[in-house]
């Protein structure tokens, strides 16, 4: 039986939100660099330029991820989601500019997440997996099993790296 008290989070979100902060302000210098050295820069352009390095920075900055053994949330800016993974019916992969993992439960829930967080994050990965696969017992899961199978050789083999690496095997 799973331990129901049991929540994960993505570890390394305070680092990419700090990244996602120091670009929008490295964006926001340059700008103000080179109209300061132009000798046109005024407060209205100093106050677009903020603006501007803001905007970036609010698109940069990640979701936060947590998961729990039954549910895993991605909280934005405005918004959370959350998906029951013990209910999941899909499980798609989303390629393009960025890859996605779309997840969807039974009762409407929908959250997409970046693979990659759950490959940083074993912990979160395992609760996923954990409760998927009593999606699938249950036969709720009606597709995605690739998804995930793939998900997980791509899991294991990153973390049997970092095992190897330790120990000076790799």
């Known amino acids: 039986m799973a331990d129901t008290t049991a929540v994960a989070r993505d570890a390394y979100w305070a680092g990419e939100a700090r990244g996602a902060v120091l670009h929008g302000l490295a964006l926001f210098s340059l700008l103000l660099g080179i109209d300061g050295l132009s000798g046109q820069l005024t407060p209205r352009r100093a106050l677009l330029w903020l603006a501007l390095g803001a905007l970036l920075a609010l698109v940069l900055l990640p979701a936060r991820i947590s998961a729990s053994a039954d549910r895993l949330t991605a909280r934005g800016l405005w918004r959370e989601h959350t998906v029951r993974t013990d209910r999941l019916v899909s499980v798609r992969c989303v390629d393009g500019v960025a890859h996605r993992l779309v997840l969807r439960d039974e009762l409407g829930g929908r959250v997409e997440i970046d693979p990659r967080v ?21 036969g709720l899961l009606r597709c995605g099993g690739t998804a995930l199978r ?15 690496q330790v120990s000076g095997l790799g």
């Open 118 to 138: 759950l490959v940083a994050n074993p912990a979160l990965w395992r609760l996923l997996d954990d409760a998927a696969r009593v999606s699938a017992r249950r």
């Open 150 to 164: 793939r998900l997980a050789r791509r899991i294991d083999g990153e973390l049997a790296g970092a095992v190897f």
